[in-house]
Every structure is written in structure tokens, then in C-alpha cells.
């Protein structure tokens, strides 16, 4: 008999229709007992992303899913910061991609961007918990690295073959899925929701 969650979130909507993204979350509820339910399955849109930063555009797309739902939902959004562009591509990481979502193209822009500037970046990543009633809470995570080129690995997704975590050898889409979901961005804001939402509940 399996146990009963001991939070409020039994059910939760991912509000992505990112393969990669709804995967990578729901691995990282996996150990809390947590329903998953792919927003693309429910039929829930993506709303235009029209917020100027991060926070905003993650805390749009939960609360759409949630009040399209009924149930609460958790959507993310992350990108590539790469401080020699002046941020880029930054919030617009996935509209490099183009609407094919090549992110192959995407890659090679930054690189031929970047010429011979400097290679630090960081990754970013915002989740955004709303509920159908409008409550939201947002939680951040950065990791710093480097890019390299040509790109390496076919784990992972997104910019991952060409950025190296400090301290690291291997890139995003070479390492171990148990690996990256210990160090990556995204685990680090998911830390942070589940010191706020799930632990002592």
C-alpha cells in the first residue's frame, strides 16, 4: 500500500510542452509522490511569454495552467546567460531556437556571436507554483560555467552540449541525468520549492 503525500500537492500539473523540461521535472518529484500531468496532455496552451524577465514569464505560464487545470501547476523557464552577449539569449534562450526549435541553430549563433569573446555563462532557472486561486511562489537556481565548441553529448537538451559547469570536464549532454539533476540549475530552485512546499508537511 503505497503512503499517502504527506503535502498539498498530490496532483501537479507541469506547464511545459517541452519534452525534455516535463521529463527533467517530473524526475525531480518523482521522490515526493507527486501525480505528474503534462499541461500538452490536458490540452492546456502555452500563453505568449510576454514578461521581461525570468520570474515573470515562469509565474505567467504556471498561473495559466493552474486556472486552465483547476489543479496547481509548476511551469519553469530557463536560459543561457552569457554576460559577453549583454545577457543574451537570456529569457529569448528558446526563440533563438527559432519556430522549429532547432536549438542546434541556436547553439551556433551563440558561438559565431561570441567570436573570440569571453566564454562564462551561467544557466538560469525560475519555477513558478500557482494555484487555480491566483497564489504564486517563485524559486530561482543559477549554475556557472563555460561554453565550448564544438557542441558535446546527446543527453539532456537546450543549450546542454556546449556548457561546462565550473569544476566540470564534461558538458550538460554528456553527463549522467543523476548527475545533472545533483548540480544543474534546475535542481537548485527545485531545492529551494521543496525546503518551502514539501519538507515538514
Wanted: glycine fraction near 12%; proline fraction near 8%.
Amino acid at each position: 500500500m503505497s503512503r499517502a503525500p504527506s503535502h498539498p500537492f498530490p496532483r501537479l500539473v507541469i506547464a511545459s510542452h517541452n519534452p525534455g523540461k516535463v521529463e527533467e521535472i517530473a524526475a525531480l518529484l518523482a521522490p515526493f509522490a507527486v501525480e505528474t500531468i503534462a499541461a500538452g496532455s490536458l490540452g492546456v496552451p502555452e500563453p505568449e511569454e510576454t514578461g521581461d524577465s525570468f520570474e515573470a514569464n515562469a509565474a505567467l505560464k504556471a498561473l495559466a495552467a493552474a486556472q486552465a487545470s483547476g489543479l496547481p501547476a509548476l511551469a519553469d523557464d530557463s536560459g543561457l546567460v552569457v554576460p559577453a552577449l549583454g545577457g543574451a539569449p537570456g529569457i529569448y534562450s528558446a526563440r533563438w531556437a527559432g519556430p522549429a526549435k532547432d536549438f542546434r541553430e541556436a547553439m551556433e549563433r551563440v558561438h559565431r556571436e561570441l567570436g573570440g569573446k569571453d566564454r562564462g555563462a551561467r544557466f538560469v532557472a525560475v519555477l513558478a507554483l500557482a494555484r487555480p486561486d491566483g497564489h504564486t511562489e517563485v524559486f530561482c537556481g543559477e549554475v556557472e560555467g563555460r561554453l565550448t565548441w564544438p557542441p558535446r553529448g546527446d543527453r539532456g537538451f537546450g543549450y546542454d552540449p556546449i556548457f561546462v559547469p565550473l569544476g566540470g570536464t564534461l558538458t550538460f549532454g554528456e553527463i549522467d541525468p543523476a548527475e545533472k539533476h545533483r548540480i544543474s540549475h534546475r535542481a537548485r530552485a527545485f531545492a529551494k520549492l521543496v525546503k518551502r512546499c514539501f519538507n515538514g508537511r
